[in-house]
């Protein structure tokens, strides 16, 4: 930092940083504003066949009656609402995400649900979530490290929220080349049009991809006892090709952004070329992808 008339300036390294990664932020909110109906109106597609995923982060994470639980980057509250229901009437659970569309969907599901022990705010960063130190037992981050421009403030942020013992889970993918959803979908895109921007250096759905790096977020944030897991599952499941196609233009926000630019003719061509595609991988039933799954979960000291 530096001082000007005895304030405290950003050094310009600090505030081209800040700004960047506020420049990112924005572009996310505007992303995931376009699918977040999309992705209340599709959810079981995901979290039916993603059931394994779930099942592990719950097993990690262990919470237990009466406990209050953060779920960091909620999304439209996937874990939430499993979480909700193993800490009980007397726990609690906090959704905190950066996109208001996608708490707002959050909020109708829930009350959708009758889930009354579960709530769902909107966070201006990963880096500010709003709450109390020390307040929660347990916290999870459900494919949403990736995404986010200061990983290491988020979880030096989940640290601080959790109290002492409390315990972390985040789950992401592995690269492009192990999940087969990214594979097919970037393939059909690529042979008419660039893809968006955004991977395994960048923020993106496969962005923080390696377990070694997932490990060393939160061995560096200070979390002990840190270990990863990896492992193949489902990622979602649609009855036929053209639903899976439909499925992943309606939740994908950069990819809504790119096909809404095209010309007619270029999209009927990838829509047909998706079919085709879909069709030859999954010839015998429904289009159930699966992918590279990477857990880290890790306590904070006593």
Not at 52 to 58: A, Q, Y
Not at 61 to 69: D, F, I, L, M, Y
Not at 108 to 119: C, S
Not at 291 to 302: F, R, T, W
């Given at each position: 930092?530096?001082?000007?008339?005895?304030?405290?300036?950003?050094?310009?390294?600090?505030?081209?940083?800040?700004?960047?990664?506020?420049?990112?932020?924005?572009?996310?909110?505007?992303?995931?504003?376009?699918?977040?109906?999309?992705?209340?109106?599709?959810r079981?597609?995901?979290?039916?066949?993603?059931r394994?995923?779930?099942?592990?982060?719950?097993?990690l994470?262990?919470?237990?009656?009466?406990?209050?639980?953060l779920?960091?980057?909620?999304?439209?509250?996937n874990?939430?609402?499993?979480?909700?229901?193993?800490?009980?009437?007397?726990?609690?659970?906090?959704?905190?995400?950066?996109?208001?569309?996608?708490?707002?969907?959050?909020?109708?599901?829930?009350?959708?649900?009758?889930?009354?022990?579960?709530?769902?705010?909107t966070?201006?960063?990963?880096?500010?979530l709003?709450?109390?130190?020390?307040?929660?037992?347990?916290?999870?981050?459900?494919?949403?490290?990736?995404?986010?421009?200061?990983?290491?403030?988020?979880?030096?942020?989940?640290?601080?929220?959790?109290?002492?013992?409390?315990?972390?889970v985040?789950?992401?993918?592995?690269?492009?080349?192990r999940?087969?959803?990214?594979?097919?979908?970037?393939?059909?895109?690529?042979?008419?049009?660039?893809?968006?921007?955004?991977?395994?250096?960048g923020?993106?759905?496969?962005?923080?991809?390696?377990?070694?790096?997932?490990?060393?977020?939160?061995?560096?944030?200070?979390?002990?006892?840190?270990?990863?897991?990896?492992?193949?599952?489902?990622?979602?499941?649609?009855?036929?090709?053209?639903?899976a196609?439909?499925?992943?233009?309606e939740?994908?926000?950069?990819?809504?952004?790119?096909l809404?630019?095209?010309?007619?003719?270029?999209?009927?061509?990838?829509?047909?070329?998706?079919?085709?595609?879909?069709?030859?991988?999954?010839?015998?039933?429904?289009?159930?992808?699966t992918?590279?799954?990477?857990?880290?979960?890790?306590?904070?000291?006593?």
């Open positions: 930092m530096s001082s000007i008339a005895g304030i405290e300036q950003p050094v310009p390294n600090e505030e081209a940083g800040r700004m960047t990664m506020e420049a990112a932020r924005e572009r996310q909110r505007v992303e995931w504003a376009l699918c977040a109906s999309a992705w209340r109106r599709h079981t597609s995901f979290t039916e066949p993603g394994e995923i779930t099942e592990r982060m719950l097993r994470a262990a919470p237990r009656a009466g406990q209050r639980v779920d960091l980057a909620c999304g439209v509250g874990p939430a609402f499993d979480l909700a229901r193993l800490v009980g009437p007397e726990g609690r659970v906090l959704g905190l995400d950066l996109s208001g569309p996608m708490v707002a969907e959050a909020r109708t599901l829930a009350a959708e649900l009758g889930a009354a022990n579960v709530e769902f705010r966070i201006p960063g990963e880096h500010e709003g709450v109390p130190a020390g307040g929660f037992d347990v916290a999870t981050c459900r494919a949403g490290l990736q995404y986010m421009p200061d990983r290491r403030g988020a979880v030096h942020a989940v640290l601080a929220a959790l109290r002492p013992g409390g315990r972390f985040a789950m992401t993918l592995g690269s492009a080349e999940c087969m959803p990214f594979q097919l979908t970037n393939g059909i895109v690529s042979r008419h049009v660039p893809l968006p921007t955004g991977g395994d250096d923020d993106g759905p496969v962005a923080l991809s390696s377990p070694a790096d997932l490990a060393g977020l939160l061995t560096g944030a200070g979390f002990t006892g840190v270990r990863t897991e990896v492992f193949e599952a489902p990622i979602f499941e649609a009855p036929d090709p053209a639903a196609w439909a499925l992943f233009t939740t994908a926000g950069p990819f809504i952004q790119l809404s630019s095209l010309p007619d003719e270029t999209r009927r061509a990838i829509d047909e070329d998706a079919e085709r595609t879909f069709a030859k991988a999954f010839p015998d039933g429904p289009v159930r992808p992918g590279e799954i990477l857990l880290v979960s890790g306590d904070k000291p006593e």
